[in-house]
């Protein structure tokens, strides 16, 4: 499930208590239709893999989200894992590619586990 957070506190708030595992963060613009085409593939994602935390920012709405992450197109998808950044694309975003991250990360996460 992809969660869309309406302010900074909220998403720091998610940092905190869910930082250690793999993030999703897909951030989008009002303006950029691209956007609005790609989301419903994030989502799609994000339920195949609920482990993940899927986040939705809209730049307008979470400016401070935008730069803090260093966000200067969108759509753009971050993915994060302990807090680290350990994809990020912009613009041209391939689902698949993504999806292939994450299925490493949690196959590693998932060994050091159990």
Known sequence: ?????QSWEELE?????RGEQ????YFTSQTCPVCHVLLPKVQELALAYPEVLAVHIDIEQV????GTFMVFSA???VLLWDQKEILRRSTFIQVAEVEQYIKKYLFFTKD???
């Open 112 to 114: 050091t586990k159990e």
């Open 13 to 17: 708030e998610q940092l905190h208590i």
């Open 63 to 66: 400016p401070k989200a935008q």
């Open 75 to 77: 759509p753009t998808v």
């Open 1 to 5: 499930m992809m969660v869309q957070l």
């Open 22 to 25: 793999l993030i999703l963060l």
